[in-house]
């Protein structure tokens, strides 16, 4: 699903982000991406999403090149993946419902399919019963799965997260990640850049590591 071909990254002409990365994910699993701050993580996942291209190396989703885009096909292509931040990124006059349909209003989805995929969205994530509240009513964890909900109010085979539980108390980051696995178990691919040790270990699903910008350990590779 996702694979690394000798990857690096630069910014400025200098700032080395990433050096070398190699590794592959296959189809439908679940892969957290950890290290210190600094350490490349937010810039591997820029990079699978089309927001930067790789300085050199190939970055390659379900078999496709990326980086080769035109800058035409860079929207179409970003509508197959789900991202969850860890800010939630809502927007706070529009309600629940609205935020989890906005993907699919960009898109001209017809409004009764829209309706129908947008409450099994929110049904999913145990929030079905709050469509008509605002974000300011809920809390921070029920705010991040609004963002999952609408990450994947298009069923997308490709979830991406950067730091989904980076601002919630233990038992609430326990729940979010629960939400992950489930979507996985149905064949989704997940990747989750996280740097909560102990929940990652706890999960037991393939861990990537990098320090520096290098990826140093690969821990449960198939």
Same mark, same amino acid.
């Given at each position: 699903?996702?694979?690394?071909?000798?990857?690096?990254?630069?910014?400025?002409?200098?700032?080395?982000?990433?050096?070398? *990365?190699?590794?592959?994910? !296959?189809?439908?699993?679940?892969?957290?991406?950890?290290?210190?701050? !600094?350490?490349?993580?937010?810039?591997?996942?820029?990079?699978?999403?089309?927001?930067?291209?790789?300085?050199?190396?190939?970055?390659?989703?379900?078999?496709?090149?990326?980086?080769?885009?035109?800058?035409?096909?860079?929207?179409?292509?970003?509508?197959? =993946?789900?991202?969850?931040?860890?800010?939630?990124?809502?927007?706070?006059?529009?309600? =629940?419902?609205?935020?989890?349909?906005?993907?699919?209003?960009?898109?001209?989805?017809?409004?009764?399919?829209?309706?129908?995929?947008?409450?099994?969205?929110?049904?999913?994530?145990?929030?079905?019963?709050?469509?008509?509240?605002?974000?300011?009513?809920?809390?921070?964890?029920?705010?991040?799965?609004?963002?999952?909900?609408?990450?994947?109010?298009?069923?997308?085979?490709?979830?991406?997260?950067?730091?989904?539980?980076?601002?919630?108390?233990?038992?609430?980051?326990?729940? *979010?990640?629960?939400?992950?696995?489930?979507?996985?178990?149905?064949?989704?691919?997940?990747?989750?850049?996280?740097?909560?040790?102990?929940? *990652?270990?706890?999960?037991?699903?393939?861990?990537?590591?990098?320090?520096? !910008?290098?990826?140093?350990?690969?821990?449960?590779?198939?």
């Amino acid at each position: 699903m996702i694979a690394f071909e000798h990857v690096g990254k630069r910014y400025g002409g200098r700032f080395e982000a990433l050096a070398n *990365i190699d590794f592959h994910v !296959g189809r439908g699993e679940m892969v957290f991406l950890t290290g210190h701050s !600094g350490a490349g993580k937010s810039s591997l996942l820029r990079l699978v999403m089309r927001l930067e291209r790789p300085s050199r190396g190939r970055v390659l989703v379900a078999g496709h090149d990326i980086g080769r885009l035109h800058a035409s096909q860079v929207p179409y292509y970003r509508r197959q =993946i789900g991202v969850v931040f860890q800010d939630h990124q809502l927007l706070f006059d529009r309600s =629940i419902y609205a935020n989890v349909a906005l993907p699919l209003e960009i898109q001209g989805v017809e409004p009764r399919e829209a309706a129908r995929r947008v409450r099994a969205a929110l049904d999913k994530v145990g929030l079905l019963h709050r469509e008509r509240a605002l974000p300011i009513e809920l809390s921070g964890g029920e705010q991040q799965r609004v963002g999952i909900a609408r990450a994947v109010v298009n069923k997308p085979a490709l979830l991406l997260a950067d730091e989904p539980t980076g601002n919630l108390d233990p038992q609430l980051s326990a729940d *979010i990640m629960q939400l992950f696995e489930d979507f996985n178990r149905i064949g989704t691919t997940v990747m989750i850049a996280s740097h909560d040790l102990a929940l *990652i270990a706890r999960l037991r699903h393939r861990v990537l590591r990098l320090r520096e !910008g290098r990826l140093v350990a690969d821990e449960g590779a198939e």
